[in-house]
Nanobody, 115 residues
Framework: QVQLVESGGGLVQPGGSLRLSCAASGSISSTSPMGWYRQAPGKQRELVAIIFTGGASNYNDSLKGRFTISRDNAKKTVYLQMNSLKPEDTAVYYC?????????WGQGTQVTISS
């Protein structure tokens, strides 16, 4: 069984920063591709960023430059550093991981950007 647990969400003022973490446990490789997605109210879930073994990554073009994804393979943890946050970044942020053809999701963490 694979579990993904996100943490680090919260309420931040516009222009602020947050760092999200997602820790994987169970039968999952430490090198599995992992990513962050987000879903705002009334909108479809969208890709934020994905990171592969060795650190190669892809980003939603609209977020590149403000968001940075990274990973610690030894801890089976992926991070999302979010800077210069805007109200439109408000969403539930979900972590996912791909392992042996299956996609696993975390429960999500709420990020709210508001003054």
């Amino acid at each position: 069984q694979v579990q993904l647990v996100e943490s680090g969400g919260g309420l931040v003022q516009p222009g602020g920063s947050l760092r999200l973490s997602c820790a994987a446990s169970g039968s999952i490789s430490s090198t599995s591709p992992m990513g962050w997605y987000r879903q705002a109210p009334g909108k479809q879930r969208e890709l934020v960023a994905i990171i592969f073994t060795g650190g190669a990554s892809n980003y939603n073009d609209s977020l590149k430059g403000r968001f940075t994804i990274s990973r610690d393979n030894a801890k089976k943890t992926v991070y999302l550093q979010m800077n210069s946050l805007k109200p439109e970044d408000t969403a539930v942020y979900y972590c996912n991981a791909v392992y042996r053809g299956y996609i696993y999701w975390g429960q999500g963490t709420q990020v709210t950007i508001s003054s």
